[in-house]
């Protein structure tokens, strides 16, 4: 029997109890009860106690009993499904699998004092623990002598005999063990120090559903399209809780399109209940991508639309309710959107066949006539498309083809003509549209702006808050100086393009700061309507990375399974600052079936001009070799490993000591990675990141659990520029772009490696002098602290915080001294305690906040999803949807207060 799977064996990372232990941190066991442990089963509850210490974990007191009181043949098996879960979870792979296997005849003769060491270890790198019994964050003492983690409102030293969590006998005398230095062993090979995370017992099985059930409602209701992890726990919480046969508990609509996509298809998967399943479809496909979308899931490609396969067969059933509810959509804009994905739906025409339906569907039928241009003649078809384009404003049979006059075709029109009147008029009622068209028209009316401000101020109560952060970003960059402009495709990770920028500059006082207000003060009006707070606390590391507009677009991360259900995300073109520590480790792991694939990780190295002054790859081991023995090992390459066979792959290395080689007049350290013959996305797996570490060569080869950070290496790429590191400002700057078209051997292509590193460091690095041309999440995070708190506290790198209080009600205001800095102490008043928020943007999840805070952290290691609300990074963009009903803007947002900034 498995402690966890719900299949009778450990399902690894994709069954519904490793997806809730990874996002509510609580393990469910079937069929417990409160017996009294024996002995044997006291020490085996120790020894996985003690494994799940290595792992991270505290066993709460409640969970621990519950393990103690099962038989020795549960115990053995639920301890093997819970270690096997988390390390599967955890990308740890079976190498970190314990030895627990043989209990109860393989149980030490004192697993207490192993446990003991294990958690004194812990508690002198970090005193500051959850309490085993409350879950509470602060000082801790371990029992004496059974070492569980208690505080002190949950264990009186004179009132308390026995240990709150395993109820047995303190010491008379000293009743808390004494921590010592940290042995060697168990330092933390130079990761930063992370709290443990408290491991809860949910329930039963019948517990198990229910919370199953809500994590299944909370991911239906986001409104951005969720990333990898997301979507994985999503296909499995469907397939335990989902009901096929009543689909009343289907929100409907369903916001975000593409998980509709994917909760549409599973639907499907059983043609006996169509008769129940598709009424549900149909009501829920409200545009020809919906149908599109659910096609391609159907097919087993993206539902985003970037990457779709051959549509396979649609069942007759399914045929007719996609054609019926194209057949309610309006033709001018249904056929507007097929002729936008015209590739994409011919090929569905081939499998929906609508003009066999045309007599039932024949507004469908004159959409996709109008899409294959169609020549009519005189038979049913050609008069059944006659009458139905009789009722459609702007369509034409007359020429012996059907034709739609397209909306897009009048627009590009009169922007090449240079006529903002007309393509206002056309756009009046597409608030989305306009902004993106929001710079054309900027441009076009840069002498006379008032128009288009006008309607731009009209349009962004009702638009889509993707679309007003993109056009802010574009307003933004046209004010950039003259350079290269970086462009990252959304539907092709691993590629860069770069332009050189010949558009005309905006005027500033103008159109940019008029526009800019207008679309921040939007933001500010609606973050202002989400739940208040007296707090708010921001940290500035996040300045630098990227907003992310859906979880689609940020890589899987490597160690979400010991946090929680946010995983730690970067959009491509995020820097962040590295942790305290001299040596970095760079590692990069593929695996596929190709034998003769390839592996190669590489790294080199730039002054501050981008010139190369040497490498660590294959083909040379250690830098410096020019300087001769004064840093022998300032890097050194683990060598080549060249048959990356499932299951267990190829991995590479690379030790980097950055104070030696900041010695030696290194800048920048290029990661490149080539995998030579293989495409990285025909990989079963690939990734790339990095470790810090105290010394070089300082703990074990890779160990998951202090990974810093991974991200998945996809596309039709061979090669990536993985990383940017900066020695002298100890950043790193996240590509994943091509390096050059040719071979990415480390000493062959250093030019375009320098042209590549040298134009994208420089357009990325202009977060740091207000010239970013995108919006980065420490924005957004100011624009909802200055919206729901009176009173923000910034924390800096250096462990400074600054306060900022709101003046006059004026949240914008606030807003824009946040992000610029500005602070005045005359004005701001005492400092702040940041412990005090209750909503929080953090880099590392290493505040102990109030129970039910909402908090963003990018690394959430230390946090407890019992005790607070963990948010997304696209949950901070999508949350702020419009307001039916109000204002375009509210008084107290517009005119920020005179005096000084």
């Avoid at 702007?394 to 007309?422: C, M």
Wanted: aromatic content about 6%; overall charge neutral; proline content about 8%.
């Amino acid at each position: 029997m498995a402690l966890l799977s719900g299949t009778g064996a450990a399902g690894g990372a994709n069954c519904v109890a490793a997806v809730l232990l990874r996002r509510r941190g609580a393990v469910y066991l079937p069929g417990w009860c409160a017996a009294e442990p024996t002995a044997l089963t006291s020490a085996g509850a120790t020894l996985v106690e003690g494994d799940l210490l290595e792992r991270g974990f505290l066993v709460s007191a409640g969970l621990r009993r519950a393990l103690a009181a099962r038989s020795e043949e549960s115990l053995a098996a639920a301890g093997r499904g819970l270690l096997e879960e988390i390390d599967a979870a955890g990308g740890t792979g079976p190498d970190l699998v314990p030895v627990f296997r043989g209990f109860p005849a393989a149980v030490p003769p004192n697993p207490r004092a192993r446990w003991a060491e294990r958690v004194l270890a812990v508690l002198a790198r970090t005193p500051v623990q959850p309490c085993a019994v409350c879950g509470a964050v602060g000082a801790v003492d371990a029992v004496s002598p059974c070492a569980h983690l208690v505080c002190w409102k949950c264990f009186d030293r004179a009132g308390v005999p026995t240990c709150p969590v395993c109820r047995c006998r303190v010491d008379a005398g000293d009743p808390f063990l004494r921590p010592t230095a940290a042995a060697p062993s168990d330092a933390g090979h130079g990761s930063p120090q992370r709290r443990l995370r408290v491991l809860s017992l949910g329930g039963d099985l019948a517990a198990r559903r229910a919370h199953a059930g809500a994590e299944l409602s909370a991911l239906l209701a986001h409104t951005a399209a969720l990333g990898p992890q997301d979507t994985a726990d999503l296909a499995v919480l469907l397939d335990a809780v989902g009901d096929r046969t009543d689909t009343a508990w289907l929100p409907d609509p369903i916001p975000a399109r593409e998980t509709r996509a994917r909760v549409l298809a599973w639907l499907l998967d059983d043609p006996a209940l169509f008769p129940t399943t598709l009424p549900a479809v149909g009501a829920r496909i409200t545009t020809p991508d919906d149908a599109l979308r659910l096609l391609a899931v159907r097919a087993g490609g993206d539902p985003g639309l970037a990457r779709v396969r051959r549509f396979t067969a649609v069942p007759r059933p399914l045929r007719r309710t996609l054609l019926a509810a194209l057949d309610r959509m309006d033709p001018q804009p249904a056929a507007q959107d097929l002729r936008r994905r015209a590739g994409l739906w011919k090929r569905a025409a081939e499998r929906l066949h609508p003009f066999e339906h045309a007599t039932a569907f024949p507004r469908a039928a004159l959409a996709f006539a109008c899409l294959r241009g169609l020549t009519l003649a005189d038979d049913r078809l050609a008069a059944t498309l006659r009458t139905a384009a009789a009722g459609v404003p702007g369509a034409d049979t007359t020429t012996g083809t059907v034709r739609i006059a397209p909306w897009a075709a009048r627009l590009e029109a009169a922007l090449a003509a240079a006529d903002t009147g007309e393509a206002l008029r056309l756009l009046d009622g597409r608030p989305d549209e306009l902004l993106r068209r929001l710079n054309q028209l900027l441009l076009l009316a840069r002498t006379a702006p008032a128009p288009v401000l006008a309607a731009l101020e009209a349009a962004v109560p009702h638009a889509a808050p993707a679309a007003l952060l993109s056009a802010l970003g574009a307003v933004r960059a046209r004010s950039l100086p003259v350079g290269n402009r970086v462009f990252l495709p959304q539907g092709a990770p691993g590629r860069v393009h770069l332009q050189p920028e010949h558009r005309a500059g905006l005027d500033w006082s103008a159109v940019r700061k008029p526009a800019e207000e207008i679309i921040t003060a939007e933001v500010v009006c609606r973050a202002a309507a989400l739940p208040q707070v007296g707090t708010a606390v921001i940290d500035a590391g996040l300045d630098g990375v990227v907003a992310p507009f859906a979880r689609r677009r940020t890589s899987r991360p490597f160690r979400a399974p010991r946090t929680s259900g946010t995983p730690a995300t970067l959009q491509r073109g995020s820097a962040l600052p590295l942790p305290a520590g001299r040596a970095l480790r760079l590692f990069v792991h593929l695996t596929g079936a190709d034998a003769t694939a390839g592996l190669d990780l590489a790294a080199l190295f730039y002054n501050g001009v981008w010139d190369r002054v040497g490498a660590c790859g294959w083909t040379g081991q250690t830098y410096p070799y020019r300087w001769g023995q004064d840093f022998p090992e300032a890097a050194v390459h683990s060598a080549d490993l060249n048959v990356p066979r499932a299951p267990d792959g190829a991995c590479e290395f690379v030790d980097l000591d950055l104070d030696g080689l900041a010695a030696a007049g290194v800048r920048y350290i290029v990661t490149t990675v080539d995998t030579r013959t293989v495409r990285f996305g025909n990989l079963a797996e690939a990734f790339a990141g990095l470790t810090v570490r105290d010394e070089i060569g300082d703990g074990l080869p890779f160990d998951a659990r202090r990974a810093e950070h991974r991200f998945d290496l996809a596309g039709r790429a061979y090669q990536s520029m993985a990383m940017v590191v900066s020695i002298e400002d100890r950043t790193v700057l996240w590509l994943d772009v091509p390096p050059a078209p040719t071979d990415n051997s480390p000493h062959r292509c250093g030019d375009p490696l320098r042209n590549l590193g040298w134009e994208v460091t420089d357009v990325f690095n202009r977060v740091c002098i207000d010239l970013v041309p995108w919006v980065g999440l420490g924005e957004v995070a100011a624009w909802h602290a200055a919206a729901r708190a009176h009173t923000v506290v910034v924390r800096h790198g250096d462990g400074t915080t600054t306060t900022y209080r709101r003046v006059h009600g004026d949240a914008r205001w606030l807003a824009l001294r946040i992000t610029a800095r500005a602070h005045d102490p005359r004005r701001e008043g005492p400092p702040a305690e940041a412990a005090d928020a209750r909503l929080a943007f953090l880099v590392r999840g290493d505040l102990d906040l109030p129970a039910g805070s909402e908090v963003y952290a990018l690394y959430p290691d230390d946090l407890d999803p019992a005790r607070v609300r963990l948010l997304d990074a696209p949950d901070l963009v999508t949350s702020l949807t419009p307001l039916p009903g109000r204002p375009a803007h509210p008084a107290d947002t517009t005119t920020p207060p005179t005096g000084p900034a």
